[in-house]
C-alpha cells in the first residue's frame, strides 16, 4: 500500500499521456500561422509598425548572501538575481540543443515594461515564422506544432525573435517595442528513453525514507519506481550502461538504509530485470558503479558517515569515513576490497569503470581526525588485474590541484571522463562545476560550458551514445536541483543546456539522475523487503583490506 505521502507527491505530480506524433500532427506545419493565447486581443501591426529597441540593460543587479551572518565553514556561490527591467529571453539559452525526444518545452522571459508580446519561430524550409501573440511572459508549444519544429528543424538553427510592447487604453504606448532574439537546435540524437531519480526534500537527513521515480523523457509523466514505503532509505543507485545493453543483461545495483525499530539495516541491493529477482547483500554501501558487462560492481563501502546539513537548505556536507573500494561479484554477491584502492591512510569513493573494464577510477582524500574538517579529493586511477588491483596513480590535472576532484563518470564509448570538481567536499558540494577529460594519452581536462558560475552543477550520467551528459544543477532558486541536458560534440565540447521540460515545478530535488537505456519496472518488494531478515542472517564474508574491516561495517 502507497503511504499518505506518496500519494500526495503523486497527485501534485499529476498523470499526462505521452506524447507520440500522430498521423494528423505529422503533416501539421504551423509556418505562417498567427496563434493568440491570454486576454488582450493585439494585432501583430502594433508591433510591426514600431521601431525595435533592443535593450542595452546590463545584468540586473543581484542580491548576495550576508556570508558574516552565517557559519564561517558555509560557503557558496549563489546569488539572487533580480528580474529584467527590459524584455530579456531567459530560457532556453542561446544556442541550446534539445534532444530529438523531449516534449514540448517552455519558452520564458522576464520584463518588467511590457504588457504585450509576440513571439516568432523560424524554423529551416519554413517560407514564414510561427507568430504567436501573447500576454504571459512564457509560452509552451502544443505537441503537433513542437514536432512540426522540431521535424523542420533537426540538424539546422531555429531562430526565436521575441518583441514586448507596453499598452494603454488599448493602443501601444509610445513608438517603439523592445526586442530580443535567439537560436536553438534541435539534435539529430535523441537521448535513452528513461531517467530514474529521487524525489528529495531539503533539509536532508537521515530519518528520511525517500522515493525513487522514473520518467520517459518523451513525456512530462512520473511514475513510481521504487518507493521507500516509510522505512526504507533507497539511495544511490546504478545501472551497467554501454551502446548495446541486451536484455537479458540489464541490471540494477541499490544502496538500501531500513528502519526497523531503533535499529537501521545496510544492504546492497541488485535486481535483474530479466529473471525480475532481487538479492541483498549485508554491506555498508554508498557510491558505486558497474562495470560493462554487468557481472560486478565497485562500490564505496564505509564503516560510519560524517552529515552536517547547512543552513541555508542549499546542501549538505557528507563524508562515507574510513572508505575503500571493494568488488562485488553480481552472481556470487562475494565481495573484497581492491587493492590499491583500499588504504587505510585514506578515504576512498565514488568509483567508476573504464569502458573497457580494466581500470577503476576513484576519489581520495586523507582521513582526518575531525570527520567535518573540510576534505579535497583526488581522482586517482588503478588497474582492476582480475580483482587483484595494483599501484594507484594520480589523474593529471584531476588531483592535486587546490581544489576537490570527484564523481568520474566515462562515457560508454570510452573517449570521455566526465568530473566535479569543487572548492571541497565530495558531494552536493555549493562550488561544484562540471569538467570533461578526454582518454587519449597526454590530455588535459577542461571545465564544460554547460555551467554557472553561482550555483552548483552536480551529478551527472551519461547517455549510452555517449552523445549527451543529463546533470543535476541548482541554478533555478540555490535550493531546489533541477534536471538539465547538455549535448557533447565528437571535441568534447558541451552546448547551451536545456531544462527537462516539467509542466510544473514541485518543491522537490531531483536527486541522483540516472539515464536508462530500456523502459523498466522494479518488484520493489523482491529486493527490499528481503532486509526484514538481516537481524538473523549469518554475519557477512570478512572483506581483507587496508582497514581491515568486514563490508558490513564491523572492526575485526
Known amino acids: 500500500m502507497i503511504p499518505a505521502a506518496t500519494r500526495h507527491l503523486l497527485a501534485a ?15 501539421h506545419s504551423p509556418a505562417g500561422r498567427t496563434m493568440r493565447e491570454g486576454r488582450i486581443r493585439a494585432d501583430a501591426s502594433i508591433f510591426e509598425s514600431a521601431s525595435p529597441v533592443r535593450s542595452d540593460e546590463k545584468p540586473p543587479a543581484v542580491v548576495l548572501f550576508d556570508q558574516s551572518k552565517l557559519p564561517s565553514a558555509y560557503k557558496t556561490p549563489w546569488v539572487e538575481h533580480r528580474v529584467y527591467r527590459f524584455l530579456k529571453i531567459v530560457r532556453p539559452y542561446d544556442g541550446a540543443s534539445f ?15 511590457d504588457d504585450v508580446w509576440m513571439l516568432s519561430l523560424k524554423a529551416p524550409g519554413w517560407a514564414a515564422p510561427l507568430s504567436v501573440i501573447t500576454d504571459r511572459r512564457e509560452w509552451r508549444p502544443d505537441a503537433a506544432t513542437w514536432e512540426a519544429i522540431k521535424r523542420a528543424g533537426t540538424g539546422g538553427w531555429i531562430t526565436l525573435e521575441l518583441r514586448g ?13 523592445y526586442l530580443d532574439s535567439l537560436r536553438f537546435r534541435v539534435s539529430e540524437h535523441s537521448t535513452d528513453p528513461l531517467i530514474v531519480y529521487r524525489f528529495v526534500t531539503p533539509l536532508f537527513h537521515g530519518l528520511k525514507t525517500p522515493d525513487i521515480f522514473s520518467r520517459e523523457v518523451s513525456s512530462y509523466e512520473s511514475k513510481m519506481f521504487l518507493p521507500g514505503a516509510g522505512s526504507f532509505c533507497t539511495n544511490c543507485h546504478s545501472f551497467p550502461i554501454k551502446p548495446s545493453v541486451p536484455n537479458d ?21 541488485i ?31 564505509g564503516d560510519k558517515v560524517a552529515v552536517r546539513p547547512l543552513i541555508t537548505l542549499e546542501t549538505q556536507e557528507f563524508y562515507v569515513l574510513l572508505a575503500d573500494i571493494l568488488i562485488v561479484d553480481a552472481k556470487t554477491l562475494s565481495a573484497h576490497s581492491l587493492p590499491g584502492a583500499s588504504d587505510g591512510r585514506y578515504m576512498e569513493t565514488l568509483p567508476t569503470w573504464s569502458a573497457d573494464g580494466e581500470t577503476i577510477v576513484f576519489a581520495r582524500a586523507p582521513e582526518l581526525a575531525n570527520e567535518f574538517a573540510e576534505r579535497k579529493f583526488n581522482l586517482y586511477k588503478v588497474p582492476y588485474n582480475n580483482g587483484q588491483g595494483g599501484i594507484a596513480t594520480p589523474i593529471p590535472g584531476a588531483s592535486h590541484n587546490g581544489l576537490s576532484n570527484y564523481a568520474a563518470r566515462f562515457s560508454p564509448d570510452g573517449k570521455w571522463l566526465a568530473f566535479n570538481k569543487a572548492d571541497y567536499s565530495s558531494l552536493v558540494a555549493p562550488t561544484s562545476d562540471l569538467w570533461i577529460l578526454s582518454t587519449e594519452e597526454g590530455a588535459m581536462p577542461r571545465e564544460l560550458d554547460c555551467n554557472v558560475p553561482y550555483a552548483g552543477d ?27 541536458i547538455t549535448e557533447i560534440d565528437e571535441h568534447g565540447r558541451a552546448s547551451p543546456p536545456v531544462e527537462l521540460p516539467c ?8 536527486n541522483v539522475p540516472e539515464f536508462v ?16 531478515t538481516l537481524e538473523g542472517r549469518d554475519a557477512p564474508p570478512d572483506v581483507a583490506g587496508g582497514h581491515g574491516r568486514a563490508p558490513g561495517g564491523k572492526q575485526q
Not at 165 to 177: E, I, P, T
Not at 517 to 532: F, N, P, Q, R, S
Open 13 to 27: 505530480l499529476g498523470t499526462v499521456a505521452v506524447l507520440v506524433p500522430s498521423a494528423r500532427a505529422a503533416e
Open 99 to 113: 534532444p530529438r525526444n523531449t516534449p514540448p518545452p517552455k519558452i520564458s522571459w522576464e520584463d518588467e515594461t
Open 165 to 177: 510592447c507596453a499598452m494603454k487604453d488599448g493602443s501601444r504606448a509610445g513608438d517603439k517595442v
Open 249 to 269: 543483461q540489464i541490471k540494477m545495483s541499490i544502496a538500501v538504509r531500513r528502519n526497523v525499530g531503533d535499529k537501521a539495516y545496510k544492504i546492497l541491493g
Open 271 to 301: 535486481y535483474d530485470f530479466a529473471s525480475r529477482k532481487g538479492k541483498t547483500l549485508n554491506i555498508n554501501s554508498f557510491f558505486m558503479g558497474w562495470n560493462p558487462d554487468g557481472t560486478k560492481i565497485a562500490v564505496t563501502g
Open 458 to 484: 552536480s551529478h551527472h550520467s551519461w547517455s549510452s551514445n555517449s552523445r549527451w551528459l543529463l546533470f543535476a544543477s541548482k541554478r533555478d532558486d540555490g535550493i531546489f536541483a533541477r534536471i538539465y
Open 503 to 510: 509542466l510544473e515545478q514541485t518543491m522537490f530535488c531531483y
Open 517 to 532: 537505456k530500456h523502459t523498466l519496472t522494479v518488484d520493489a518488494m523482491d529486493i527490499l523487503e528481503k532486509t526484514g
